[in-house]
């Protein structure tokens, strides 16, 4: 609270003496800025807004990080590949991280296979605009159809192997 407080002050002062950065002069920079300073979003709202953009991202980085370490944990073969890798990575990339992570595909592997089999969404949700038939069964069009995406990343053959 103090913290949005703080950046709103922040902006209005900046406004006040004529810019910021990126911004021409007398305007805020960044869309909730622009919005407050027009008068289309309410402080309270942008307090709603940037409380769930950070706690949809906490949600969308930490809870699949978990799992990769999580995975990790349970095969020390691929966490020793993935390490390794990484270090010469970062080694021949002289500190660029960038460069370090195009040289490190078992890292973007283990992310890929990580939300395969952990995924951020748990459903998705269509609505058909015409009657279908799936499986022999009739979906009117506008019901809602819903698709558990856990399963999706797994095989019925296999055992969910990472």
């Known amino acids: 609270e103090k913290r949005i407080q703080r950046g709103v002050q ?6 006040a003496a004529g810019g910021g950065s990126g ?23 942008i307090r709603a807004n940037i ?14 990080l978990q799992f990769a370490l999580y995975e990790l944990g349970r095969n020390p073969a691929v966490q020793e590949q993935v390490r390794g890798q990484v270090r010469a990575a970062w080694a021949r990339a002289g500190g660029d991280a960038h460069k370090a ?15 395969r089999l ?13 009657d279908i038939i799936i499986q022999n069964y009739h979906i009117p069009a506008g019901t809602c159809v ?8 797994r095989s019925v053959l296999g055992s969910g192997t990472f």
Request: charged content about 20%.
């Open 10 to 15: 922040r902006l209005r002062s900046t406004q």
């Open 23 to 45: 911004g021409t002069e007398g305007e805020f920079t960044g869309i909730l800025g622009q919005l407050l300073d027009k008068g289309q979003l309410s402080l309270e709202l």
């Open 51 to 64: 409380t769930e953009l950070m706690a949809g991202g906490v949600d969308t980085t930490a809870v699949p």
């Open 101 to 115: 992570l195009q040289g490190a595909p078992l890292l973007k592997g283990l992310v890929k296979e990580t939300l």
């Open 118 to 130: 952990y995924p951020v969404g748990i459903t998705v949700q269509r609505y058909p605009v015409r």
């Open 146 to 153: 819903q698709a558990c995406l856990y399963p999706l990343g």
